[in-house]
């Protein structure tokens, strides 16, 4: 937990603009994973993307009028979240439109340096904290952020975009309609718009688990993982 | 019922309480098929029991406390409780439900990590497990919380407004493996020669940037200037014939063929601009004044305007005595390119000095004045379908091919070339413009407008291409390098379609010699 403090203490000096910078560079990354997923598990049809050139990749993004602004009023409200660092969690949860149930669920936890020791206030003793240490995500957290350049950031991220690329090689063929939800994780202190709204976390039950690659920058962490339903188990 | 089994009946004791409270719990029926443990499962719908009511109470617990401290797991544990129980006495009874069920507890910790949310589940199953003791303490709810790898303080919101309907029925599958852009039309994809229709030599080519050397008469005869020769080589039959041969002490410095195709001007390097009959083999005349090379030439009619390395462009009425009619004087360094538009009321002018000068044939001083070029402009061509374009290329600093509506002086277009312009040629069949190029590319490229996408190249030379013809059926283009080599390429063939001599356009055609309908070249 030592180095947990460390980073956490040199984290105010980081200068916010680079905060900012990164959490624009975050939001970014979201808003092509969420078009590509859209994209590669068939939730709207092929003709309705468009190549553009980002990460050095041919991206796929939405030209259909509904999604796009559907998405920017999630990316909207997501970048100022963003920039307050509230949010932990952003899952994509794609879910037939049959049954209603969640066949596939895409989570991007977000970590951000320095943040998780300040922001937590009153989580308990020191003590406390010393079982909370090897449970969970948050001991990852305290790796020191190394310097990156923006090239080394982008491979990262390409290497992720090319995973939920590559992913609909082992990921079940959605049968039927589907159609997606988004979800955070918010800190309970984070403003929230009427548009957003209290729900359950939207698991899928009986899940297959793969945890993809993950990318960080300076302030940022964000890891992903899939998770989708067996289809053959019950 | 399941206590029949000697394990659980084992454990009956410490779980049932746990169990009944779940039960009270409003939470519970979804919790209990997250907690897949079996036993937990199973024992959801087993009728309450007398034990179920002798533990409901919360003193029951109390008396627990002490056991599970001895069943506890480590030394650790033991050293912990005592430290909680001084200062909370709420947080030690989390540290033994958990002893209570090492099952579940290990079973709940796993989850949390794979699965945060069953982890949350389970927290929230914890605290209302506990709840009778202490339901309202927010240091133990934050503390098993915490256990279970969430934060409490922490809400999962969901964007409310229903994404929207895919508006046409998906097949996932039809997706993979398939074409970004689709498959276009075999027979409508641009298809361009890789080879040469036929390959001539030309020894002794000038290897001069400035020069322009090779023209291809309405008659479907090219005429070439190697060195102090002209050879007039007629595509229809093959043959070659030696037009002239200047006297030593000169050179070939330009040509071009007139509008009927029966006579070519030639400009030579000391200044003289001759007239010669091509079926006749001998020369017409002669029009002299010229203080330095004429390197470019071109035809309106009766009216031939030649560029000289002074800068200086003279018009030559070629019908009378007193030739030089006028002249355009704007340039300061040699004048290479020379294009007159096609009806005859424009002519634009590239030179040395990096201009391009658009001049109204009324008028002595130039309508438009370019100096958007940075190297010198020897390629010019106005644009057969839309009389006012006209289209001009720079030479190696410069690179760039722009496009000019003649009328406005406005530049409507730019393409970065990457290599040196030296020619270009606007095909009659196709929207679209042939550019040859020198350093560094020596290629030719196919450019279509106005989308100015490039539709291909080709890479015909060794060395730079120093000029270029088009057949007068447009489909064919005549390419002449410093390798020595002057080659005929297809670049405009066009497919599926009869080659009419609609394509060609009347001024070509003005001749009054019928044209081919299908262009031979043997």
């Known amino acids: 937990m030592a180095p947990a403090q460390g980073s956490s203490t040199s984290g105010p000096t980081r200068s916010k603009l680079s905060l900012k910078g990164s959490s624009k560079l975050v939001s970014e990354f979201f808003e092509y994973s969420i078009n590509s997923i859209l994209f590669q598990r068939g939730i709207y049809p092929p003709e309705d993307f468009q190549v553009v050139k980002k990460y050095g990749l041919n991206m796929l993004v939405s030209v259909d009028e509904d999604v796009k602004s559907y998405i920017r009023r999630i990316m909207a409200q997501l970048n100022k979240w963003m920039g307050g660092s509230k949010i932990s969690k952003l899952v994509v949860a794609i879910v037939s439109q049959d049954t209603a149930e969640v066949v596939e669920r895409w989570q991007f936890d977000i970590e951000v340096f320095g943040r998780t ?21 948050k001991g990852r957290a305290v790796d020191a952020p190394t310097d990156k350049t923006i090239d080394e950031i982008q491979q990262e991220i390409q290497a992720i975009i090319r995973q939920i690329t590559a992913s609909v090689t082992f990921l079940p063929v959605l049968e039927g309609r589907h159609s997606f939800n988004v979800l955070v994780y918010a800190d309970g202190d984070a403003q929230v718009p009427a548009e957003w709204i209290d729900s359950d976390p939207k698991e899928v039950q009986n899940a297959e688990q793969v945890k993809l690659r993950s990318f960080s920058t300076a302030s940022h962490r964000v890891d992903t993982m899939v998770a989708y339903r067996l289809g053959t188990v019950e | ?30 919790h209990y098929g997250q907690l897949s443990s079996s036993f937990i499962g199973s024992r959801r719908n087993s009728p309450k029991t007398s034990i179920h009511k002798q533990i409901g109470s919360p003193l029951r617990l109390d008396t627990y406390l002490p056991e599970t401290t001895l069943v506890g797991t480590g030394p650790s544990s033991a050293a912990n409780t005592p430290k909680r129980v001084a200062k909370k006495q709420l947080f030690r009874s989390s540290v033994q439900a958990d002893r209570f069920i090492p099952s579940r507890n290990s079973s709940s910790t796993t989850m949390s990590k794979l699965e945060g949310d069953n982890g949350r589940a389970n927290a929230s199953s914890c605290s209302t497990s506990s709840g009778s003791i202490a339901s309202n303490s927010y240091d133990y709810q934050s503390s098993v919380a915490e256990a279970c790898g969430f934060a409490l303080n922490q809400r999962i919101l969901a964007f409310k407004p229903e994404a929207p309907q895919s508006k046409k029925p998906i097949d996932l599958r039809s997706q993979y493996n398939r074409p970004l852009k689709p498959a276009v039309n075999a027979q409508l994809r641009r298809r361009l020669p890789t080879n040469a229709e036929r390959i001539l030599d030309a020894p002794g080519i000038r290897d001069d940037y400035y020069l322009n050397l090779l023209d291809w008469s309405c008659n479907n005869q090219v005429a070439i200037g190697l060195d102090r020769d002209l050879y007039v080589w007629n595509a229809e039959s093959g043959t070659v014939s030696s037009l002239l041969r200047t006297t030593p002490d000169t050179y070939i410095s330009g040509l071009k063929w007139s509008g009927d195709g029966a006579y070519v001007a030639v400009g030579l390097s000391d200044g003289d601009v001759q007239i010669w009959d091509v079926e006749e083999g001998e020369k017409v005349r002669s029009m002299a004044g010229h203080a330095a090379r004429v390197g470019v030439m071109s035809w309106d009619r009766h009216i031939l305007s030649s560029g000289c390395r002074d800068g200086s462009i003279w018009n030559h009425d070629v019908r009378i005595a007193q030739h030089k009619v006028s002249e355009y004087v704007n340039h300061e360094a040699e004048v290479c390119g020379l294009q007159w538009r096609s009806d005859g009321s424009q002519l634009a002018s590239g030179g040395n000095d990096n201009l391009v000068n658009i001049w109204d044939a009324r008028s002595s001083t130039p309508k438009f004045t370019k100096t958007n070029h940075k190297a010198a402009v020897k390629a010019l061509a106005w644009c057969p379908w839309q009389m006012n374009l006209l289209a001009t290329g720079g030479g190696t600093f410069d690179k760039q091919i722009h496009f000019w509506n003649g009328t406005t002086g406005a530049r409507v277009n730019t393409i970065d070339a990457g290599s040196q312009v030296t020619s270009l040629q606007w095909s009659t069949s196709y929207k679209e413009i042939v550019s040859s190029h020198g350093y560094p590319d020596n290629n030719l490229s196919i450019w279509s407008y106005p989308t100015l996408v490039k539709n291909g190249e080709i890479q015909g030379h060794d060395t730079r291409i120093l000029g270029s013809a088009l057949s007068p059926d ?45 262009m031979m070249i043997r």
């Not at chain 1, 020191?126 to 090897?134: C, L, R």
């Open chain 1, 117 to 137: 020791a300040s922001s937590k206030k009153s989580a308990g003793s020191p003590a406390n904290k010393e079982n909370s240490a090897p449970v969970g995500a």
């Open chain 2, 1 to 30: 019922m399941n206590f029949n089994t000697p394990v659980k009946s084992r454990r009956s004791a410490h779980c049932t309480p746990r169990q009944s409270r779940l039960d009270s719990s409003p939470l519970t029926p979804r």
């Open chain 2, 474 to 518: 447009g489909s064919t283009l005549a390419t002449v390098a410093s390798d020595e080599n002057l080659k005929f390429w297809k670049v405009f063939e066009q497919i599926g379609k009869k080659v009419s001599s609609a394509v060609m356009g009347g001024s070509l055609a003005s001749g009054g010699k019928d044209i081919a309908k299908v």
